[in-house]
């Protein structure tokens, strides 16, 4: 079974500059997220969608971050513009639903470095 | 906000049994508790759930008091393949992972 895809793997851009990062979930799975791990700490969610529509996205800074999942398959994260501080792993995750019992599963991850 | 607790790090040699306790004082009757595993510059990876009392796999053991405050891992004859950040959550704070215990398997 192939697990979760992202892309790109790394990218290095200029602060104010924008990035998109893409992501094919688990064949069959209903529900994606998008986490956010800065070097040295643990996965924070940033969006989580059930099919095409948002579950929660309180943790989204929305003033500079975004992130569609239109036909309920691939999903798209993006960054505009990017600060400093958004240098960090942008792992996509999948599950087959939402209840408390399902596994996560990740990518491996797209590196973002703003410099 | 509801957080796990976990040893910062844990320093074990080949050939042991690694125990990693966590505390998660908050969780509700329908959580599970999942366990991960992370190797640098891979994402996290699934190793074991449960629900209560035990729980073994082929590559984990999972133990959980009646109460279900706490849950430990355990990792019997560790490899240096097995180095690696682990973290424990619950489903209910779904945005929490924590810092994780990173283990250091030494020869």
């Known amino acids: 079974e192939a697990g979760v895809a992202q892309s790109p793997r790394y990218k290095i851009i200029e602060k104010r500059q924008s990035v998109a990062f893409w992501c094919n979930p688990i064949?069959?799975?209903?529900?994606l997220y998008w986490y956010q791990q800065i070097l040295g700490q643990g996965p924070k969610l940033l969006i989580q969608f059930q099919n095409n529509g948002v579950v929660d996205d309180s943790q989204l800074p929305k003033d500079r971050f975004s992130a569609e999942r239109l036909k309920g398959v691939d999903s798209t994260l993006k960054i505009q513009p990017a600060k400093l501080e958004d240098s960090a792993v942008y792992l996509c995750?999948?599950?087959?639903?939402?209840?408390?019992?399902?596994?996560?599963?990740f990518g491996e991850g797209s590196w973002l470095t703003v410099v | 906000l509801a957080k796990t607790t976990q040893p910062i790090s844990m320093d074990s040699y080949e050939g042991q049994e690694v125990n990693i306790t966590c505390s998660h004082n908050n969780i509700a009757t329908n959580d599970y508790i999942t366990w991960y595993q992370q190797f640098p510059s891979q994402g996290p990876r699934f190793i074991i759930q449960?629900?209560?009392t035990k729980v073994t796999n082929e590559v984990a053991s999972l133990f959980i008091p009646a109460d279900r405050k706490s849950s430990t891992l355990s990792l019997p004859r560790v490899s240096l393949s097995d180095t690696a950040v682990y973290y424990c959550?619950?489903?209910?704070?779904?945005?929490?992972f924590g810092s994780g215990t990173k283990l250091n398997v030494k020869p």
């Open positions: 959550r619950y489903n209910f704070n779904k945005f929490y």
């Open positions: 064949s069959g799975h209903a529900t």
């Open positions: 995750a999948s599950s087959f639903q939402v209840d408390s019992g399902n596994t996560i599963y």
């Open positions: 449960g629900y209560k």
